[in-house]
């Protein structure tokens, strides 16, 4: 319609790519780190704090189980990353959890374990966006006012990286996210630097304050309960190890091995900021609770905070407290924590898309989802991921704690199937494997996996009991839906497929060839784009040709008649009445009244039509047309051939009028011999 649209998508996007090019997108592992691990690496950012903020729930004397709940996360999250370079071995071919689980435990589980991670991809995208414009709305007051709309703005600009293809986002996400891991390790180094060798003592900003515990003096399973809360919370540092098994396909060969040495890198990474972080949090004092009741729960100074105050994120305490607040450090480690926590949300732009791409190609998705875009990156998943997760975050105001309660079931889902799925996968081999060394790396990654899928178990039952009520019922009826209507899909895909099959054997199905063509030029009035369809009707050589026009203004159509036949037009032109002024339903009888009356033979109606060059001018013309052509095409035994006839204001779009030749739109009409004409 115009080359503005066009434009626009080239300024943004950038210029299309070949598919041969599509080794030049291909990541190193220096790329692919931070590309595939920013979401499992930014989790430091809120996984250790949520521990926290669920235990004060009973009183900041809780917090001496912090350390254990950690080294649950930790022994959780190292077990995860082991038993998934099993599978970046075993399944390289970016299927993941998908395809682990489909070709070892049936449809149905591949089924759930992709409902699972298409629904957490976008949690992953929403909670990340959204606890990022957090961080700057706590300096910027502007952003904290409007933070849905700051951070739907956040997901439109990552959209629109991601669509130049992944090694430009890749590269341009590379930057922010080391500059996150260096500044957090260092953190991390400096103050355990400043505790053993200095002797130092680290206060951060709220170790003098109080916490009032909202259920005091808890004990037995309500205790118990609490703490598997907070390990469920801390889980949260788990998302997205799964991404790099969904991803091998985008790195450099060889491509197993790299996609299993960038998973240690980033779970030793990962383990060794969280574990700092909650080391240094513990040592510094560090008092977190509820945002929602950070008010009146928070004394400071023997008096409640009141509604002024805000609290401090972990990290930013955890700076403060080993640089001091305020200084250049800790700007940076506040900025680039900020940061990351955007640039998050690209894990699940890279992992969303392939998993849509191959769920499409096995005809659980619309098909649209398997093709690459003009940057070889497969834009509709992207497109779409960014849709879900901007509804997400409007739906819950950009809230972080109610999205975090939805947050991990599905990747703990996933995780579990397909930890099952290996031990399955291992257990076939080893059937038909003699090889003494093969056997024993194959019982090796068995019994890691097998241990992988009883400690993810565990964690989903206690996800499942503690966030349930919270929030997680609403994945849990989100993630069945999901199912339901990838099955749904598949079906239909089936039954087009059974439909449209060709029996073997047969070149040509005679019962499919029409015993004759009757041709149909549908006529408003007598114009240059009328005499150019009845030409190229002649052209086709039907077995009878007839005009139709609609009288919906008997004056009109006698008028319409009068030139007809003062032309000499010898194809016959054939009026049908329209007592109530509807042109598309006349049309539709009289053509079922020629298919009743021959039903092996085969109407083709010509429909002309303008072409113009402005998008406004789309309004204006050929909407009648467009109706018809939508009511025929569900008609049988009726073909619909659209006949253009290119205006003045088209010559814009091709940056040339168009030169008198065959065909032209227009060269002026000339009527053929009249013993070539075909006659009704």
Known sequence: MSKVPDLVKRLLVGRALRSTQLHHQLLPKRVALPVFASDALSSVAYAPQEILVILSIGGVALYSVSPWVAAGVVLVMLTVVASYRQNVHAYPSGGGDYEVATTNLGPTAGLTVASALLVDYVLTVAVSVANGADYVGATIPFVAEHRPLVAIAIVVLL???????????????????YAFMIAVIGMVAWGLFRLIVLGDDLRAPTADYRIIGEQANLAGFAMAFLVLRAFSSGCAALTGVEAI????????KPKSKNAAT?????????VTMFSGIIFLGLKSGVKLTDPALVASNVIIDGHPAGPGYYQQPIIAQVASAVFGHGSFLFVVIAAVTALILFLAANTAFNGFPVLGSILAQDRYLPRQLHT??????????IVILAAGACLLIWAFDADVSKLLNLYIVGVFVSFTLSQIGMVRHWTRHLRTETDARARFHMMRSRLINGFGAVMTGLVLVVVLATKFTHGAYIVCIAMPVLFLMMKGIRRHYDRVAEELAAPEGL?????LLPARNHAIVLVSKIHKPTLRALAYARATRPSSLEAVTVSVDADEANRLKDEWDRRGIEVPLKI?????REITGPILDYVKSLRRRSPRDVVTVYIPEYVVGRWWEHLLHNQSALRLKGRLLFKPGVMVTSVPFQLASSDRLKGRREPAAPGA???????????TQVKA
């Open 507 to 511: 070149e040509v199905d005679e019962s």
């Open 245 to 252: 098994s969904n991803g091998v396909p985008a790195f450099r």
């Open 262 to 270: 960038t998973l240690l890198m980033m779970g030793l990474i990962a």
């Open 372 to 381: 690459r875009g003009d940057r070889l990156a497969f834009s509709n998943g």
């Open 576 to 580: 049908l009445d329209s007592p109530y």
């Open 665 to 675: 739109s227009r060269r002026s009409y000339q009527p053929p011999p009249k013993d």
């Open 159 to 177: 959209t629109i990286m991601n669509l130049r293809g992944i090694r430009e986002s890749g590269v341009a996400f590379a930057v922010p996210t």
